[in-house]
């Protein structure tokens, strides 16, 4: 296959670290190329560079046969290099339909067409823009040909975290891209959509399409890409066929050492209820039932994994919890104290850590520094004030103290958290809702979009925590963590909690009939409520 992008000895450096390292990279036209490695180890600099976000410090960068120097994402879109990000880029009041047009130029009828019904409409799009009906018919056509159907006039906003990740794949579809850089694409999939991203990617790459695919999940780029570089600190470790390695293997590569996929399980001890929920139900931001006679518990010294496809009502009802959305029927009640409808600060002030499902958004405040991000929750505390005001150094030796224990990679705690890897991003929201000493830790997709390193770190940190005695709320689509880590699976199905299973006593393939609405109805001799 013919080289369609090469990029020799790049070089980024940022305050106080180099992201690139004399980097070689090559993606050939009609391949999918993985990009693997840790959080930090320079994928996404890389690909930004490639996307024009970034100038590199050195190197070359050849497209097509051709030297080019990309000096913005929107002359990286003019060759043919789109670029779907693991955060999104989208504005949340618009809808589908703006989000996916918006900065594009209007279409305009062919010139050579002298009817008068082209001459109107050529006179009608240069005068008010767009054709939103024309561009509304292009984009569903395209929803429709790659099994990525979303209704075009919701506003983004309404949409659950993998309805707005299909977005973004539409949005660079739509600009026509020949090279599409995808950016852990399937970190808020389900296992359908996944199957599905799939599907449309094999389309792509036999239409000429070449997909560079960044990825931790070692198990999708083993089995979806043609051919797979590594890169670890910065540098490039090796780029190899797929059929050629292990998994095994690619995680030495990129962590450096030996990983361990299966962390020893830690058999429960649980002691008193911590939380209890009570028929409660909940409505969505469409006003809608999205959490349905609700109830459970989960005690002191135990995992409860909640599993179910995503938008069964998961984020809803972690929500509530945490005082984040109202409550319509029903009580909750943590630690013997009816916590329902309190106001977030007094959920945090009893003793409830959250780590979020959208960490960018809720868990930090990206603009703000690693230092102030640690403070978050704890602002209020006698040990960190000097009367009205901050002790700076109290701070900045606790921020210093948490990333030293949580090994945050990071030149210093004064840049904005944003700066960080996703990984890092991760460890920071770790380090500040455990040191406050929880009763009750939620963990809403906590290894979401991460490495094998990182993973294996978090897990661990949440099995230490169950050793403790701390209750643990686990919220997780990935079934195969819910199993190993839980050690009771309440399974969600529309809004309901279709049966609360000893995992000891379950299968996958149970749980994944149950997640599919199979078996729906809870049996009393295998419920563990």
Request: proline share 4%; glycine share 8%.
């Amino acid at each position: 296959m013919a080289v369609l992008v090469e990029m020799n000895q790049i070089v980024k450096h940022f305050p106080g670290m180099i992201a690139n390292d004399h980097v070689d990279f090559e993606a050939q036209t009609g391949e999918i190329h993985g990009l693997l490695g840790e959080n930090g180890a320079g994928k996404t600099t890389l690909m930004n560079i490639l996307y024009g976000l970034y100038r590199q410090d050195s190197g070359d960068i050849v497209f097509e046969g051709n030297p080019v120097h990309l000096d913005s994402p929107k002359h990286a879109l003019q060759l043919g290099i789109g670029m779907v990000h693991q955060h999104f880029k989208l504005i949340p009041r618009l809808t589908v339909l703006e989000n996916i047009v918006l900065g594009l130029p209007p279409e305009l009828p062919p010139p050579d067409k002298q009817d008068i019904v082209t001459s109107l409409r050529r006179k009608f799009v240069e005068t008010f823009g767009l054709n939103m009906k024309a561009a509304e018919d292009a984009v569903m056509g395209l929803a429709e040909q790659f099994g990525l159907k979303i209704h075009p006039h919701a506003n983004v906003w309404e949409l659950s975290v993998g309805e707005q990740q299909r977005v973004e794949i539409l949005k660079a579809l739509h600009r026509k891209a020949k090279l599409l850089i995808l950016d852990e694409p399937t970190a808020v999939l389900t296992p359908q959509e996944v199957d599905s991203l799939f599907e449309m990617l094999d389309t792509m790459v036999q239409k000429g399409y070449t997909i560079i695919f960044i990825t931790h999940k070692l198990n999708e780029v083993l089995n979806a890409c043609h051919r797979i570089t590594v890169l670890r600190n910065g540098k490039h470790v090796a780029t190899i066929r797929s059929a050629q390695t292990t998994k095994k293997d690619l995680a030495r590569m990129m962590v450096g050492r030996e990983v361990l996929f299966h962390l020893e399980h830690v058999d429960a001890r649980p002691g008193k209820d911590i939380l209890k929920v009570e028929h409660l139900s909940v409505l969505n931001d469409k006003g809608l039932q999205a959490v349905n006679d609700v109830s459970f518990t989960v005690r002191e010294g135990e995992i409860l994994g909640i599993a179910g496809v995503s938008g069964n009502g998961q984020r809803e009802l972690i929500e509530a919890i945490n005082g984040l959305r109202p409550v319509e029927e029903g009580t909750i009640w943590f630690d013997g104290q009816d916590i329902t409808n309190a106001p977030p600060r007094t959920i945090v002030a009893q003793g409830i850590g959250y780590i979020p499902e959208d960490r960018m958004t809720v868990g930090l405040a990206t603009s703000l520094s690693i230092a102030e991000n640690t403070l978050l929750k704890s602002q209020a505390s006698p040990q960190l004030n000097r009367g009205c005001f901050l002790n700076t150094q109290a701070v900045n030796a606790m921020a210093e103290r948490l990333v030293h224990e949580y090994d945050v990679r990071t030149p210093s705690i004064s840049i904005p958290v944003g700066r960080l890897s996703g990984g890092n991003i991760q460890k920071i929201i770790l380090a500040r809702e455990i040191s406050r000493d929880p009763k009750l830790l939620i963990a809403s997709q906590p290894t979401r979009g991460l490495d094998v390193g990182a993973i294996e770190y978090v897990q661990t940190i949440l099995l230490d925590q169950k050793r403790q005695g701390k209750a643990i709320l686990l919220v997780s689509e990935n079934l195969d963590e819910t199993m190993h880590l839980s050690d009771r699976i309440a399974v969600m199905y529309e809004g309901e909690i279709a049966r609360i299973l000893d995992t000891k006593m379950t299968d996958r393939r149970e749980i994944g009939l149950i997640m599919a609405g199979g078996l729906k109805w809870m049996r009393p001799e295998t419920s563990g409520v």
